[in-house]
């Protein structure tokens, strides 16, 4: 009896210390000494499932269940197995099972991220707070029901339910992260970059922190004649967008170094005055200290008054004439771009089709020009019948964007979906028409025709979740007005 007590103990500890394969060979020792201790074969099934042998897992669950057939939890836990084997149905049954037997509060709360997927939203909500009532500590619900409120747009809700989980635990990476989009969306500028450095320890952010010997700059010391390193993340728009503030830095006295997407360096070379440019992959020379680029703004205290929105990229002139000759003197010539990405986790609603163009190209003297590259332009073909889009051939062959950034320069306005598209026309100071869904992401804020980031756009925000034929009314509107 000692000896299986001893390896129930060696094995709990290895397991709290999340060295679960000498766990797991603990937990095997007692199960040929025992082989009837469920206790130790639900703690295997967990192992099991935490490796990810998931079939394991679910045949331990379920001789558990046959034995306990009343123990809650071996109902819940084998649900989420089976959740995450795709077997939705048995996974439900599972749930509802652990609840109609004692109200299991991870049921609910399992059950409630089942329904959160199914975006069935306020049956979600409704079992968050049935296992927070039950566990009013519990931190995970509080974050869930958050961001299904988020998903309802019902910010203030969310904002209410982040801050519940920050109460409970002041170190809740997701929480604070979260919260962050809630802040800046709200304008408040300096919380939401404070909060929006938790997503380097966030599990719902895709990127990971770099690893660099050399120390991260903490925004207050001295950098003069330092040499640092600012490099990219995230997506081509972001970088595109938040390379503004590299120039600040360069004011601060310091020797910068930047490394951008291979897929930028040549714009970046083109449109800036920055002496040392790299891309990301290249060997970089040596630096004192290093610092995202999107983490600058926290840095350097950037609020809504005082964000740097000059124009800060611009192209050479020296192929002025190029482009000239291909566009019309005589009328007003008009890039467009309609669709960005298509991972719906970055682009969902942001896009629209090209046939929302079609009264647009119809009023007297504009001359519409395809921005359009890989995704979007097989919508093109089908479209040559209905109006006049003029394509101009092997634009940005050479490199990502250059021959783009020059075509925009040359143009009288471009209209655009929310992506790469409107913040290069915005960096090179065109006059821009950025057409949003009504519930947009963080930096275009609420309510705003306007953009702090650029001067020289106005936004046209759906009125109604989905109608882009209101928007594209209101465009053409003021297309009329502004080229009469």
């Known amino acids: 009896m000692n000896d299986i007590k001893k390896l129930i103990e060696e094995g709990i500890n290895y397991h709290k210390k999340n060295k679960l394969n000498d766990a797991k060979i603990k937990y095997l020792e007692v199960l040929k000494i025992d082989q009837n201790n469920f206790q130790i074969k639900r703690l295997l099934a967990l192992i099991e499932y935490s490796l990810k042998n998931y079939s394991n897992s679910l045949k331990l669950f379920s001789e558990c269940i046959r034995a306990q057939p009343n123990n809650s939890a071996n109902y819940s836990d084998r649900g989420v197995v089976y959740y995450k084997l795709k077997?939705?149905?048995?996974?439900?049954?599972?749930?509802?099972?652990?609840?109609?037997?004692?109200?299991?509060?991870?049921?609910l709360f399992n059950y409630g991220n089942l329904l959160k997927e199914k975006k069935m939203f306020n049956e979600a909500i409704l079992n968050y707070n049935l296992a927070i009532k039950a566990k009013p500590d519990f931190a995970n619900a509080y974050q869930n029901r958050a961001l299904v409120k988020f998903l309802q747009n019902k910010d203030q809700e969310a904002l209410n339910d982040f801050n519940e989980v920050i109460k409970i635990n002041p170190n809740h990476a997701n929480a604070h992260f979260l919260k962050s989009s809630l802040q800046l969306k709200k304008e408040n500028l300096i919380e939401g970059f404070k909060n929006y450095e938790w997503r380097w320890k966030s599990q719902l952010f895709f990127s990971k922190i770099r690893d660099?010997?050399?120390?991260?700059?903490?925004?207050?010391?001295?950098?003069?004649?330092?040499?640092?390193?600012?490099y990219s993340e995230q997506g081509l728009g972001d970088q595109i967008h938040f390379i503004r503030f590299v120039n600040l830095i360069i004011k601060k006295g310091a020797n910068v170094i930047v490394e951008v997407d291979p897929r930028l360096l040549k714009l970046f070379k083109h449109t800036t005055n920055f002496k040392n440019i790299y891309s990301k992959g290249d060997e970089l020379p040596n630096f004192d200290l290093q610092c995202p680029i999107m983490s600058l703004p926290y840095k350097l205290k950037i609020d809504i008054n005082s964000i740097p929105n000059k124009p800060y990229l611009k192209c050479n002139t020296k192929n002025t004439d190029k482009w000239k000759k291909l566009l019309d003197k005589n009328c007003k010539n008009v890039g467009i771009n309609w669709q960005g990405g298509v991972d719906p986790r970055q682009d969902f609603g942001r896009s629209f089709k090209l046939d929302y163009f079609q009264e647009i190209s119809k009023i007297n003297?504009?001359?519409?020009?395809?921005?359009?590259?890989?995704?979007?332009?097989?919508?093109?073909?089908?479209?040559?019948?209905?109006?006049?889009?003029?394509?101009?051939?092997?634009?940005?062959?050479?490199a990502p964007f250059v021959d783009t950034a020059e075509l925009i320069s040359n143009l009288d306005l471009i209209i655009t979906s929310d992506t790469s598209i409107a913040h290069l026309s915005g960096a090179l100071g065109k006059k821009t028409f950025l057409l949003i869904q009504k519930y947009a992401e963080w930096r275009w804020f609420e309510n705003r025709s306007d953009s702090p980031w650029y001067p020289n756009m106005k936004i046209f925000r759906q009125k109604i979740d989905g109608d882009w034929n209101s928007v594209f009314s209101e465009v053409k509107d003021n297309l009329i007005k502004l080229f009469k």
Not at 365 to 371: E, M, P, T, V
């Open 87 to 107: 077997e939705i149905k048995k996974s439900e049954n599972d749930y509802l099972k652990a609840i109609d037997i004692d109200k299991n509060t991870n049921a």
């Open 365 to 398: 003297n504009i001359k519409l020009f395809s921005l359009q590259k890989i995704n979007g332009i097989e919508q093109i073909e089908n479209k040559k019948d209905k109006f006049n889009l003029n394509i101009i051939d092997n634009l940005d062959n050479d």
């Open 212 to 230: 660099f010997n050399e120390k991260t700059w903490n925004g207050i010391d001295d950098i003069k004649n330092k040499t640092i390193l600012l």
